[in-house]
Each structure stands twice: as structure tokens, then as C-alpha cells.
């Protein structure tokens, strides 16, 4: 399996393209297209907030067939809590483009991003159909990455390319950021906080690949929090054309080889998106095990991953432990804290629940001024273990949510 | 009842001291010192975080004789993580207090704040132990409010004057934030995030004032958050000196007037609290209603209060309702987003679920700019009801936590 990052390779069976369409006030890319030549196996997963965006809404609808042709995002407008306006501006876009590509209208998933409570200005997108789909090119996907961007300080892509039974496949994965990252998927009920895409030229069956994302962003975005919150607007798709002629597995298992380019191609987004996480600095893979249960373990993580003050003590690179314990005692697991040891990069600050000293501490700093570290927490004997990747909280995540409307 | 703001009063039977041990490095007060003439009636409710400091651990044990003589607060160091080591420090520490004050070594209560992982450094205090003694005054305890301050901008002391049976009585609060405030008290297995202390002169029976004081906490401390951490330390602490003479009431309830100058004070406490939660600019009393219990409702008033999205959006003073109404919709909370109405001050901003328009956010923002005001979320016409006081979150938060050791 070769993984690339950060760039885009044509994937046999899609057209991508981007444009401004004037929702964005600063006149930004904020209209994309993906289209599929013959209607693609689709599997989806989305927010499990309660309140949920009319995309979505629709999105949901439209992924029981198993099959679309395109999916249309556009960034600058989440069109949530718009009520029944906001749906039939959903409808009135995906038409349009159904109409220009030639498919049914249900085969056009909408996904949108941007501020709650703004209705979707449908005149400024359907006046932009016509060009949207004549731009449409096998290279176009990086305009696809640009066109969905909010608060990202860059595009998230990336691609991998492997071989099921010889014969070799591609898959390419584009995603945004970058707040109200929180996503917690799973298969039946899933959710995120995010938009991410991956199109990909393998076979197989509609309920093999959707078991194969949510068990795919179970391991990746499921573990990835930005600041905990989680939006109204979370959508992960994955599209397959079959145009590589692969072994399409089991209608229950994707082939092997696909499965882990899902996983991997997931895991570099969930990480591009937390390092681009508003306002962050550093991006921190964290550790937690020791305790009863994956879950407990995950749970632990997941409170600490969250700690404002966690979070604040990695934007100062104070290797301010205690807060780490802190939040471990909070997240009702049960441990012995006096069992307790952490080790950030490969500087162990606490054994026995207590401070190995300042020298461990100095140590400690000096791994903390990189912009990608490890923190192992360990809290005990316990089978248990989980990670989350996490961000910290400066004056620029203040900068970026104090006047975000405008 | 008449309440009474940061101003002490004399409660008969108690004296108050406060001096700097040098136990923080800039020199301020960091020692105080609370003694009753007799060994008074005393309850606690203290931090359910799995990870105990030790002056909690020794409070718990020697709270279960329902009688205390003395309550002996440092600030600068939490005595937390510091092991067996710590353990003896507070030991030590206190047992220096009894001696000079003639009483039992159970009969004073330990508590700590301030960083966590730094053994208590007992020798600095023990040297002040004569001097924290005969500067005991009853007019003592704004001595005693400063010294427990950490990163506090402000002493936070109340006082209420009632009486029961036509007998008058007075209750003196003192407390500190101002970080890892998230109190969630119970009577049982209680908890909270900061320190706080009642003293009263009336009679009391040992479990009807601890039953009193966890039923006070739940109303007040328990729906308050700054940052939604939870510390090592909490500590709710009431002394009750009987030398009002008041009617105790039974063995199972305090006085309605007494339980009401404790919920009285406990609420202006924990007000204070959040109004100076560290890098704080504004107090918002969060409302929610019309969901199915009232701990449903709590449960929502929780996510939104501890929300980083909507917490930046109030330090913009913008009306971003979208992210008020995302977080009710992960509080795993069943509601129908279309019913939710959202009020800012007298500004309805959401209706039916969607926005009312730009003039209603504009007389909403006019609300944000002052330094307290409510907000009112409504779900739908369930019964269940709760609220959280809360607070901004601002480049001062991140000022005051990404270099607090030092």
C-alpha cells in the first residue's frame, strides 16, 4: 500500500470541480461537485446530533438506495435549522444538478458546512450549475478540496493506492475542518463532525462498504476531537465505481486491502483535521491504557483529549501533569491513581502516581515545543486501551469562534 | 433574611485568621486559619474525582465525627498526586494547629489549592503556626477570603442575617475560584471544584447539616461551571457554633431558615465563582426547559455551558444561537429541534426552531454586552427544567492557564 499525501490522483470513474458561487461574502471557493460517470456504490455516515442540517436530512434518505451519481457540497452555509425552506432548498440544488448530469434526482447527496441558522441561498448556487458540471475533471479534485474549506488554514487530501488479488486500485480521500470537530461513528448510528469524502475505482457491495466506513471511522475520526463539540452538519461518504475491475468481497466484508486503505486514507484526514483544528499549534496522539475496558480506556482519553485545561497546559508546553490526572479521575473509570505513570515523547513525568522531577519535566518541554508528540497514560494493569488525537487551545481558537459570523 | 455581599460580618464563635507562609513565590497571603471557641458542628462535601488530594482524603476521615474545632486552608500548592509523603505533610500541618489551639488532631480539617503534584511544604507552614494562631480575630475572615485565592481577581465573601423561631441568627460564606470549576455535589457522594466554607451560628444536628448542605450544593454550586473541570481538591465545608442559640431543628432537616441562608449563600458564592472564573467577562444564567425530566434538562444546560463554541460566542457577544442549539442536540437529550425557541435577555432569537431575524440578534447582542445576563432555551413542553450558571470563554483564559505553573 502506497499512501500520499496533500495531493490528488485521478480516480478511474469520477470528475471533481470547484467555484466560487458567491455564498462565502469574501468571494472564496465555496461550491463543490463530485460526479460519478455510472451511479457509484455510496455507504454514508452522519451526524447523530439531534439537531440535523436539511442535507443531511436528505443525505440520509438518499443512502438507503446504496447507489448515486454525485455529491454536491458547498461550504458558507450549513443550512441548519432552516426548517422546511431549508429542505426544499436542498432538493432545488441536487435537481439542478441531477438535471445537468443526467440522473435521477435522488442520486445527488447534498452536504453543506458553514454557519447554523442561514437558509441555503439556492438562486446563487443554481445559477452556477451550468459550470459547475462543465468544469468537471478526472484532475479537478483539489478544486473539490479548496471549494469545501471553512475555518481551514489548508486542504486535506489524500490518496492511496494498493492491489486486491493483483489487481491494483486507488482511493482518494478529501476533507474539511476545522471546529465543532467531535465525531463519534459507528456502523448503525453514526456520526462526525466533519465533512470527509473518499471516492475509490474498487468493487463492492452497497452493506460491505457502509460496515467497512463505520468500522473505518471507528478507529480514525471516531477518536479525534478538535474541541468537543459536534456539529449538525457531520457527513462521511464513501463512493466506488468498480472501474478498477477488483474482487468486490463479500456483500457482508470489503476485500482486505480495501478495508485498510479506507482506514488509512481516514486516519491522515482525522489527522490533517486535528492539526488544523482552529487555532492549533499541536497536534498530540494520546494514549490511554491500563484500564478495564476498550471503552473505559477510550472514555478516559476522550475527557482528557477535551480538558480546556488539559488543552491550554499543551499550548504553553507545560508539562502541567496533574491536569492529566485530573481529568483521568473525572471520567468515571475506576484505577488506582497511585498506579498512575505518563510519559510525554519519551520523557516519563509521573511513576507511582507521583512526579519524577523537574528534570523529567525539562525534558518533558522540550518535547512539547514540536507540532506532533505522543502522550502515553497508563493508569493501572487493566486490558483496556484507547487513544484520542487532540489539539490544544490558544488565543487563536478565541480568535477564530469570537467573531466567526460576519 | 437580608444578604449581604463581599463584606464579612462576626459569626459568634468564630475567629479568622490569614498571613503569607511563603508558600507561593510572589509573597501574597497564602495561609488561612478559621477556629471555633468549641468544637462546632461540621459538614463537608468534598470532590468525587477519583484522584484525591490529600487534605480531602483526611477531611473525609475526620468529617465523619460530625464536630470540628478548626479548618486550616493553604493556598499555592495542592497537596495533590504528592503520595504517602503528602499525606504526612497534612498531618503534620494540622497537628501543629491543634496543639497550639488545644484541640484534637481529628478536630482540624485540612484543605489545599493550587498546583497540583508539589508536596505541601510543611516546615513553611509549621514556622507561621504561632503566628497564624494569635492573630485569630472575629473580624478575621477577609484576612482568611484572600488567602485562599489563587487565580482569583477577587475575594469572594457573602453573609446573611436571619432567624428561626424569632431567634436572630448569621451565616458567613467565604470562597475561591476561579479554574476546574464544575461542581456537581450530591449529598451522598458529593463533589465540587473549589473551596468554600459556611459558618453560622446556629445549632445544628451533625446529619441534618450535612443532608442541608448537599441539598444546598445540588441547587447552586452543582449548576455551575467555569471551565467544566473537575479538581483534586473540592471542598464544601459548614460550621455550625450553636451560639445563637437557635432551635437545631431534627436529627434529619436543619431549619427552613437556616436551609435558606445556606442556599442563599451558596448561590452568591457560586455566582461570584463563575463571574470570576479565570479570563471571565460575563455571567450567564443558562435557563432550559421542556424536555421530559429535570435532569434532562440539566443534562443539556451542561453541554451548552461547557460548549467552547458557545462559550467564544458569548466572549464575541454574538448571538450564534446555531451553537447553543448543536450542543442540546449531543446532550443525548430526546427533543423536537422544530419546537425550540431560544431567548437572549428579552431578545427571542430563535422561534419554531429557526432564526426570527437580524433585528432580534441585534437586540440580543445589545443583551451581550453587559457583564451579567440570562438565557433562556426551551425545547419543547416537557415538564423537566434545570439551569447552569456559566461563562465566557476569552483570551484571558488562555493567558491565565497556558503558564499557571511558575
Chains 1, 2 share one sequence.
Not at 468544469?135 to 469545501?148: Q, Y
Request: contains cysteine; neutral net charge.
Amino acid at each position: 500500500m502506497h499512501l500520499g499525501l496533500d495531493s490528488a490522483i485521478p480516480i478511474p470513474g469520477f470528475r471533481f470541480a470547484g467555484l466560487s458561487a458567491g455564498i462565502k461574502s469574501n468571494g472564496r471557493p465555496d461550491l463543490a461537485l463530485a460526479v460519478a460517470d455510472e451511479p457509484a456504490v455510496v455507504a454514508g455516515t452522519l451526524t447523530t446530533n439531534l439537531v440535523r442540517a436539511a442535507p443531511v436530512v436528505l443525505t440520509a434518505e438518499r443512502l438507503v438506495r446504496g447507489r448515486a451519481r454525485a455529491v454536491l457540497v458547498n461550504s458558507g452555509c450549513a443550512n441548519a435549522c432552516t426548517g422546511e425552506p431549508g429542505l426544499a432548498a436542498a432538493r432545488a440544488t441536487t435537481q439542478a444538478i441531477a438535471d445537468a448530469i443526467g440522473a435521477r434526482d435522488d442520486e445527488v447527496l447534498p452536504a453543506s458546512t458553514g454557519v447554523i441558522g442561514a437558509l441555503l441561498p439556492q438562486d446563487k448556487i443554481i445559477a452556477r450549475t451550468q459550470d459547475l458540471v462543465s468544469s468537471l475533471a478526472e484532475d479537478g479534485a483539489e478544486r473539490f478540496a479548496e471549494a469545501i474549506m471553512t475555518t481551514d488554514r489548508s486542504r486535506k487530501l489524500v490518496h492511496v493506492r494498493s492491489s486486491i488479488g493483483g489487481r491494483p486500485f486507488s482511493l482518494l480521500g478529501i476533507a474539511k475542518g476545522a471546529g465543532m470537530i467531535h465525531p463519534s461513528m459507528a456502523p448503525a448510528t453514526p456520526h462526525a463532525t466533519m465533512l470527509a469524502f473518499l471516492f475509490t475505482d474498487t468493487n463492492a457491495h452497497p452493506r460491505a462498504l457502509s460496515r467497512a466506513l463505520g468500522r473505518a471511522a471507528d478507529e480514525t475520526f471516531n477518536c479525534a476531537s478538535v474541541d468537543g463539540d459536534t456539529s449538525t452538519n457531520d457527513t462521511l461518504l464513501a463512493f466506488a465505481s468498480g472501474r478498477a475491475g477488483t474482487d468486490a468481497g463479500t456483500a457482508d466484508e470489503v476485500p482486505t486491502a480495501l478495508f485498510d486503505a479506507m482506514v488509512a486514507a481516514c486516519e491522515q484526514l482525522a489527522r490533517m483535521m486535528v492539526a488544523d483544528g482552529e487555532g492549533s499549534q499541536h497536534l498530540v496522539e494520546l494514549h490511554v491504557r491500563g484500564v478495564a475496558t476498550d471503552e473505559a480506556a477510550r472514555r478516559v482519553a476522550r475527557t482528557i483529549a477535551t480538558s480546556p485545561l488539559v488543552k491550554t497546559a499543551l499550548f504553553g508546553k507545560d508539562p502541567n501533569w496533574g491536569r492529566i490526572l485530573a481529568a483521568a479521575g473525572r471520567a468515571d473509570v475506576s484505577f488506582d491513581p497511585s498506579a498512575a505513570s505518563i510519559r510525554i515523547g519519551d520523557a516519563t513525568i509521573v511513576e507511582g502516581g507521583i512526579a519524577v522531577g523537574r528534570e523529567a519535566e525539562r525534558r518533558a518541554h522540550e518535547v512539547m515545543v514540536h507540532g506532533s508528540y505522543r502522550i502515553d497514560v497508563v493508569l493501572g494493569r487493566g486490558p483496556g486501551k484507547g487513544r484520542y488525537l487532540m489539539c490544544d487551545l490558544g488565543y487563536d481558537y478565541v480568535r477564530c469562534n469570537a467573531d466567526y459570523r460576519s
